[in-house]
């Protein structure tokens, strides 16, 4: 009798406990399209994307090649990406789009490279 009270008793747990890998829900890939409207006297030769996870750290990176003005590119983030970081090549020269963007599990973002974006020497 007390091996069937056990049972009945354990029988709630059993059926409302869900297993681990049903509640992992899989990741969304995030984007980001680079609108190239950049205008500068001096050539410039790539754009690099840097790819950050949460803890700051460098996980990947994408280039631009067609540096001319109207290219449209979309890429697909690494799946533990939360930000990326520009950096403009020009004569040998890094400078670094002075904003961070910050990206939206399964969304888009756009983002517009021209003369209004502040540029400096320093990663930001």
Do not use: H
Not at 44 to 59: A, L
Request: charge should be negative; include cysteine.
């Amino acid at each position: 009798m007390k091996r069937i009270l056990f049972l009945l008793a354990m029988l709630p747990i059993f059926i409302f406990t869900e297993c681990s890998s049903e509640d992992e829900k899989p990741l969304r890939p995030s984007t980001y399209t680079l609108f190239w409207e950049f205008r500068s006297v001096e050539p410039v030769t790539d754009v690099i994307v840097f790819e950050y996870n949460s803890s700051g750290d460098k996980i990947a990176n994408k280039r631009l090649t067609e540096c001319e003005v109207g290219a449209i590119e979309t890429f697909q983030a690494n799946d533990k990406v939360v930000k990326v970081k520009i950096c403009i090549l020009m004569n040998s020269k890094n400078n670094w789009v002075q904003n961070v963007y910050y990206l939206d599990e399964g969304k888009n973002i756009n983002i517009y490279l021209d003369e209004d974006v502040l540029i400096g020497s320093d990663e930001p």
